[in-house]
């Protein structure tokens, strides 16, 4: 839904710290249904820039943890 909504020039933000009872409450969800997250949508005044990506070798690690990704 965000990669959608940023393709159609909309913004979105996840939200997973939420009251979930007024949630529930508010909207009609089932007793038997858990909310864990929420998705907010809007159109930007500006695009911020993107944040320097950190290589693949910091972040990628093969078969175990420390032995890093050499591409």
């Not at 996840?14 to 864990?36: D, M, W």
């Not at 320097?52 to 078969?63: I, S």
Request: a neutral charge.
């Amino acid at each position: 839904m965000m990669l959608l909504a940023y393709s159609l020039g909309i913004g979105s933000c996840p939200v997973v710290s939420f009251n979930k009872t007024a949630l529930k409450e508010l909207l009609g969800i089932p007793e038997h249904v858990e909310p864990v997250l929420m998705l907010s949508f809007g159109y930007p005044e500006f695009w911020p820039k993107a944040p320097r990506r950190r290589p693949l070798r910091e972040v990628v690690h093969v078969e175990e943890y420390g032995k890093h990704f050499e591409g």
